[in-house]
């Protein structure tokens, strides 16, 4: 099968992340993975969900936002805030993405402030959510880093690496990160997030035409790993910089 962009089953598309991209969130970068590019910042508010503070939950807390610009897609996208409410999409998005962030950090051992982890698409062809959890993860360590040179944080904590990919089936072959047009034509379309540890955070996979099978859910899973390994040291390199 011969894609689009000329590249192998088992190749990702061309990686950038540019930190410090925008001046005012703790932590922000702009990731591009082909065509697709997203803003990922992390603010802090330094208080936390009232419902924690009704349990006595010590910690913080983290939660993510994900938006698309209206031009960012080839037929403009209205604007959820004019439609009045975020699209079911959005809500799951947004869920995905302060699951795996959370899972990055012991929330516990951090003072009593909000995280809020904003990713916006400002031009989508394929794999959106996945980019904004590979950007954010990097967004976090920054943020973190910066919370620590101010004083708010007596020590750096750990974070592990996070990164996600998508994988699918098409015309019978799996395929790592697909695009737009690949991920419309998939039979079986899958995103990915795992940890530094080889450990997953979770696994999203629906059969859009043909059901799957065992041996086939096992190759995407092995194109997935090999990517997000690929990914984390993007992460790294950006982090070095």
């Known amino acids: 099968m011969q894609r689009e962009d000329n590249r192998q089953a088992d190749e990702l598309r061309p990686i950038k992340i ?3 991209f925008q001046s005012h969130p703790a932590g922000s970068v702009l990731i591009e993975m082909g065509r697709t590019r997203v803003i990922c910042a992390v603010s802090i508010q330094f208080n936390v969900p009232h419902w924690m503070r009704a349990q006595n939950v010590p ?3 983290l939660t993510g936002e994900y938006s698309m610009l209206p031009s960012a897609t080839g037929d403009r996208k209205m604007r959820e805030a004019t439609a009045g409410k975020p ?13 795996s962030l959370r899972a990055a950090v012991d929330l516990k051992q951090l003072g009593a402030f909000t995280l809020y982890v904003d990713c916006d698409v400002i031009e989508a062809d394929g794999g959106t959510r996945c980019a904004s959890i590979t950007g954010a993860a990097v967004a976090l360590q920054l943020a973190m880093r910066k919370l620590f040179l101010e004083g708010r944080l007596k020590n750096l904590p750990e974070i592990k690496p996070v990164a996600a990919v998508s994988v699918g089936i098409v015309d019978g072959l799996p395929l790592l990160d697909l695009c737009y047009k690949e991920d419309a034509a998939a039979d079986v379309d899958m995103n990915v997030v795992m940890n530094g540890d080889g450990k997953y955070i979770e696994v999203q996979g629906t059969a859009e035409e043909k059901p799957f099978t065992r041996a086939q859910s096992n190759s995407m899973l092995d194109l997935a790993e090999k990517g997000i390994k690929q990914l984390f040291e993007c992460q790294k390199k950006a982090l070095k910089i």
């Open 18 to 20: 540019t930190r410090d």
């Open 59 to 61: 910690g913080a807390w």
């Open 87 to 99: 699209q079911g999409r959005t809500q799951e998005i947004q869920r995905l993405i302060g699951r």
